[in-house]
């Protein structure tokens, strides 16, 4: 049963601290997306790859965010350093396009105290 | 750029009775697709039901069904014979299959449903 895996489930953080979050896409899939949602902004799109391309990671803040594909099973959300507004939960979804499948992560909680 | 709107913050139905919950999009892209995604209290993003632009049937996966209507840009998601289960927060998304978007996939805001007993 293929499923988009992320790690860590639940994350507790000093403000300061550097938090990486990984997600492991469905094998064969060529688009993976970082949202982030809180119940203030609802889903927010952070960035998304194409074929391990960035392609729009105009959504996320850039003097601490940063979003990586390493290779085809791996994508990586970095926070350096962390805010208490960054808590939030963080889903990593990856898709075939062309296709009708776009499948979400089970989220990562981020908590920044 | 791409837009979904979903205009009903909550609803409400009883046990068993069938519901609507409105989407409507945006974009001048041709071909796209349409989706909906359930997420219960636990805070999963589960995938419901997908609708591509040229499909010329209307999509439907057991109890949920899309109706689309292309012409007024609206994908409405219909769950019938409704259960307490179903319960959740429900998101309309679409994603463009061409152009600088390409891939792309934009949310709703949500609906929140409370199915009664």
């Known amino acids: 049963d293929a499923r988009v895996t992320q790690t860590p489930r639940d994350k507790v953080t000093e403000m300061g601290q550097e938090v990486t979050m990984r997600c492991q896409p469905i094998?064969?899939?060529?688009?993976v997306f970082w949202y982030r949602q809180t119940m203030m902004q609802g889903l927010e799109l952070l960035a998304y790859?194409?074929?391990?391309?960035?392609?729009?990671d105009s959504g996320m803040p850039k003097d601490r965010f940063s979003a990586e594909m390493p290779d085809a099973t791996l994508a990586t959300l970095k926070i350096q350093p962390s805010e208490p507004r960054d808590s939030a939960v963080y889903f990593c979804?990856?898709?075939?396009?062309?296709?009708?499948?776009?499948?979400f992560g089970q989220g990562t909680r981020l908590t920044v105290v | 750029a791409q837009k979904i709107t979903q205009t009903q913050p909550g609803m409400f139905v009883q046990e068993k009775e069938a519901v609507t919950l409105d989407c409507t999009y945006d974009?001048?892209?041709?071909?796209?697709?349409l989706f909906w995604y359930k997420q219960p209290s636990s805070g999963e993003m589960i995938f419901l039901i997908y609708?591509?632009?040229?499909?010329?049937q209307n999509a439907t996966e057991g109890r949920y069904s899309l109706n689309f209507q292309k012409a007024r840009k609206s994908a409405n998601l219909v769950i019938s014979a409704s259960q307490l289960g179903d319960s959740a927060m429900y998101f309309c998304?679409?994603?463009?299959?061409?152009?600088?978007?390409?891939?792309?996939?934009?949310f709703g805001q949500g609906t929140i449903l409370t199915v009664h007993p």
């Open positions: 979804a990856s898709g075939l396009v062309p296709g009708d499948e776009a499948f």
């Open positions: 609708q591509g632009s040229y499909d010329q």
């Open positions: 974009t001048s892209d041709p071909s796209y697709g």
């Open positions: 998304a679409m994603r463009v299959t061409g152009g600088t978007s390409y891939g792309k996939l934009t």
């Open positions: 094998l064969g899939h060529n688009t």
């Open positions: 790859f194409r074929n391990r391309a960035p392609l729009d």
